[in-house]
């Protein structure tokens, strides 16, 4: 049978620590420590989610292990008994899972054993991505592993346990992030004002292989960076001649024309009662409408955004906001249809006409309070 070890920092009351280890600690030196014990070890397959901030994790863990060619996979599902049966005949017997969400859905006594290293558990490392508790990990740290954790904190709004890194990265390109360098010495950056810099293309460049090309696209950049030489993120701006490079550029220069688009169709298609804007995207793609949809929510802040998608014959709803005293998360639950947290929530009805009537309702009511 398999062991898989996950690192993970999401919340989830959704485990069973009866056929789960998970361990804590007391300080965070004590996690990362055993952090890096676990990551000291060889693994026969590594997984990772398609955001950023998995696979930057799965490269800074493949890089300081000198991993050529890793045996990578881009994993967004819970892993089942067909899965693991394939992966058994291919030899794998130990599996390391970063950023890993599915596990929380995962019949984990499908394993022989399973680990899951998630700070959340001791209360440690408020805010964080995947991407810095690996790189605090590593035995090895480079300019060039500091520079793809700081893409993968900023994609993952990791700021309050990533601020260090993200400080680091600003003084070392300080001609590149000029307005973050004052607000740095006054600390004064925040996840706002990070994404009025050069951060937020450097994100949606890395972005950009999920949402054009899949899980295939993020394995492709994972073996396009780890096999070749390091760049600089000048190398990035200044379209270096790097295979990975090329390959960012490629896939972020389609993503621009697909934004460019759907700017087009939203300024046609939204509709907007009060605080609530529905919007029926024109692109299906998921990785696309998650990175959209954020920015469309971080653009209008102070309104709620109901994304809608029709499948077959039920309507999926993905509903953000920023800026508001409103849980998102409670009110998809009590109308009977989904759940999540304040700032984010999502679900299926067959009824759509009578979800977003209820839903307007109840959101304009709670916010004219």
């Not at 680091?168 to 004002?193: A, D, H, M, W």
């Not at 024309?257 to 939203?266: D, L, N, T």
């Amino acid at each position: 049978m398999v062991t898989l070890v996950v690192v993970d920092h999401h919340r989830s009351d959704f485990i069973d620590k009866e056929k789960v280890s998970v361990p804590t600690f007391e300080t965070e030196e004590e996690f990362v420590e055993t952090l890096r014990q676990y990551l000291d070890c060889d693994y026969d397959m590594i997984l990772a989610d398609a955001d950023v901030d998995g696979y930057t994790s799965a490269i800074i863990y493949a890089l300081d292990r000198k991993l050529r060619d890793p045996a990578f996979k881009c994993f967004r599902v819970p892993i089942t008994r067909e899965h693991l049966d394939i992966f058994e005949k291919n030899g794998v017997q130990t599996i390391i899972a970063l950023d890993w969400f599915p596990l929380y859905g995962t019949d984990v006594s499908l394993f022989e054993n399973v680990v899951l290293l998630n700070p959340r558990f001791s209360k440690l490392f408020e805010n964080c991505s995947c991407s810095e508790l690996i790189y605090r990990a590593t035995k090895h740290k480079t300019p060039f592993m500091r520079d793809i954790n700081a893409v993968g904190v900023v994609s993952d709004y990791g700021f309050a346990s990533g601020m260090q890194t993200i400080l680091q990265t600003v003084n070392s390109y300080n001609s590149l992030f000029l307005p973050l360098v004052e607000l740095g010495e006054q600390n004064k950056i925040n996840r706002y004002n990070v994404y009025q810099s050069k951060f937020k293309q450097l994100s949606e460049i890395f972005w950009a292989p999920y949402i054009i090309n899949g899980e295939e696209g993020v394995q492709e950049i994972v073996q396009l960076i780890v096999n070749n030489e390091a760049f600089t993120y000048w190398d990035v701006f200044n379209y270096a001649h790097h295979p990975a490079i090329h390959y960012l550029r490629r896939a972020y220069h389609h993503y621009q024309q697909m934004v460019e688009e759907e700017e087009k169709h939203f300024a046609i298609r939204k509709k907007e009662f009060d605080h609530v804007i529905i919007y029926e995207p024109k692109t299906s793609s998921p990785g696309f409408i998650s990175k959209y949809s954020s920015e469309l929510t971080n653009r209008y802040s102070g309104k709620v955004f109901l994304l809608k998608i029709k499948i077959n014959s039920k309507t999926k709803y993905s509903a953000r906001q920023r800026g508001l005293l409103l849980d998102l998360g409670r009110l998809f639950e009590e109308l009977g249809i989904g759940g999540g947290h304040p700032a984010a929530a999502g679900g299926m009805t067959e009824d759509p006409e009578g979800f977003e009537k209820a839903f307007i309702e109840k959101v304009n009511a709670e916010l004219e309070l």
